[in-house]
């Protein structure tokens, strides 16, 4: 079994910081791709930036220049460190991990539970 657990959302004022960490647990093989989503009410899920295991990175556009995703491979975490945040930044904030459970098996994608962010005055 695997779980993805969140820490690191709140309530924070526009301009400010909060940083987002994700730890996978359980007995796997190993783990690919390390990312972040978030889906704001109303609207769908999107991508906020992702990690693979050779170390390249993404960011969306929105997150260039305010947003760092970062991993620890040897602790199966993932960080995002959000920094000059906007109001427009509000949301549910979802770990993903793409995971090859055993050696033999197909990857898949596993997710946290969510953690919210707010930004507002």
């Known amino acids: 079994q695997v779980q993805l657990v969140e820490s690191g959302g709140g309530l924070v004022q526009p301009g400010g910081s909060l940083r987002l960490s994700c730890a996978a647990a359980?007995?796997?093989?190993?783990?690919?791709?390390m990312g972040w989503y978030r889906q704001a009410p109303g609207k769908e899920r999107e991508l906020v930036g992702s990690?693979?295991?050779?170390?390249?990175?993404n960011l969306a556009d929105s997150a260039k220049g305010r947003f760092t995703i970062s991993r620890d491979d040897a602790k199966n975490m993932v960080y995002l460190q959000m920094n000059s945040l906007k109001p427009e930044d509000t949301a549910v904030y979802y770990c993903?991990?793409?995971?090859?459970?055993?050696?033999?098996?197909?990857?898949?994608?596993?997710w946290g539970q969510g953690t919210q962010v707010t930004v507002s005055s």
């Open positions: 993903n991990a793409r995971i090859k459970y055993r050696s033999w098996s197909t990857s898949r994608d596993y």
């Open positions: 359980g007995n796997f093989f190993s783990i690919t791709t």
């Open positions: 990690t693979t295991s050779s170390g390249s990175t």
